[in-house]
């Protein structure tokens, strides 16, 4: 690990039982994702990027090894600590969007600032403006286009400022055009806000954007 490094993982493993079979997902993986960086993950589908992003991200406990965060080993601490932590350090972003659909898009954005008490419409609206939808404050996902939800997404993940933003192929469900403009939002927002950023991407043009650019392959990482 070096000393600038804000995440790192050593030998982990994940498997999942289907059926009578073990599917080895993670086999001793091995990274460290620098403070600032911009790392981009690459791989074939199945190969287990999304478990990743789920264990970096505290969601989803690994069978082996240890994610560290700042030195600490984040499935030793207690459930509301992790969960605190997730709120407050980790910034999500699904290729699904995953937005409340019965709040509005300035009620997405509060909702992490919520559940840390210190919601303030003021910011949420500041965000909203920031992706292009400050005048969407009101309407609801159902009345947003598939890239308006996103960037509504994008907004809510970054509203407690986190130090990690994860992004599982945030473009998947969006057309080249739309996509493209959702990681131009992504990049900018990541040159602001001087997070650690991780896109799995199927997009080879997206995934050469990264500073590390990795590839997820027989459970491990690979620089590329
Ligand atoms: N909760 C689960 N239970 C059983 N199998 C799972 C579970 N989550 C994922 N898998 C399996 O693990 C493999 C990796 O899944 P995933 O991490 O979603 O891959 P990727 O995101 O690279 O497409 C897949 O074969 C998937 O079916
Ligand atoms: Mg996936």
Redesign the pocket.
Known sequence: MTADSLLTCSALHKT???GHTD?E?LQGLEAAFPRHGLNTIQ??????????LQILGGLERPDAGEVRWENESIYDWSRDKLAAWRNLSVGFVFQAYHLFPELSALENVEFPARLARRSDPALGSHLLDQVGLGSRLHHRPAELSGGEQQRVAIARALRNNPALLLA?EPTGNLDTTTGHGIIDLLLRLHEEHHNCLII?THDNAIASLGQQTYR?EEGCLSLR
């Not at 791989?43 to 990743?52: D, H, N, Q, R, V």
């Open positions: 999942f039982r289907l599917l997902i791989g074939a589908s199945g190969s287990g990027k999304s478990t990743l599982d799995v997820l």
